[in-house]
């Protein structure tokens, strides 16, 4: 696997135990696709480690969750994560493009024989199968963000902002100042966008060709609609601006040390910790609920 050293955007390094799940997990993927699947939580089904990513499909309200072993669901009023499909790709960019609808990027599941860099792939059936759409074998995609037919990814490999404004065929790439945290597009114009470095927050008016410094504090960030965006730092406390990134105050704390960060809407916001918690705002982040233990 793939992710044993640092890499570039949403940093974290696994521990040596987890490592070790893993490497014992893809020697026992040889088998048939048409298996019964094993146990969750043993070797050959390690469960839910280490999340990068969480959506929410508009078609059916699951949360989803990309992750080191697999895409999971979580179906509404579940109490427990299962893996979609049969797939244990590393899926470390994601988002949701539509009801079943998403895009993603990563390693593959070793039965499959593809490159080490699966590009940019999607899938049109709730992530049971995943087709290239570009890239295979050249990027890895830790930041995915999409609106309309604009796609922008952060490549792990460079550390360069890769822009596509045809649903990613066709790639421009752009220099960010200094290594991302995260990035997201404004939701009303897909031009804009706002990233979190080690230094700070930093914004761009046209798809990363020139870019200026915004405000203090790095972290996860989620812009849901209007000019309200979320950022959440890496001791899990919540802040919102309501001017696109400009000024900020702080609203609450998940309380944890986050893996992934999104906003559903401007008062529902979704949190994977990693402690292997997956928790909820209702209120804009001022109070925080567990929805799931994830390992």
Known sequence: MAEARATRGRNWLLPA????VLALAAAGCGGSDTAAPPASGTAEDPGVIHVHAVGVDPGDASVLLATHTGLFRLPPGGDRAQLVGRLRQDTMGFTVIGAGRYLGSGHPDTRTGQPPLLGLISSGDGGRTWSS???LGEVDFHILRAAGTRVVGMDSQTGLVLVSDDSGKRWARR???GDLIDLVLD???PDRFVAS???GLVSSDDAGRAWETL???AGYLAWPAGDVLFRMG???GVAVSDDAG???RQRGTAGAEPSAFTAVTETRLLATLHDGGLVESRDGGASWATLAELE
């Open 17 to 20: 135990a987890t490592l070790t």
């Open 133 to 135: 759409v570009s890239l």
């Open 175 to 177: 220099t960010p100042p």
């Open 187 to 189: 939701p009303a114009d």
């Open 197 to 199: 470095t080690s230094g």
């Open 215 to 217: 405000a203090d504090g």
């Open 234 to 236: 890496p001791d899990g």
């Open 246 to 248: 400009r000024t900020w």
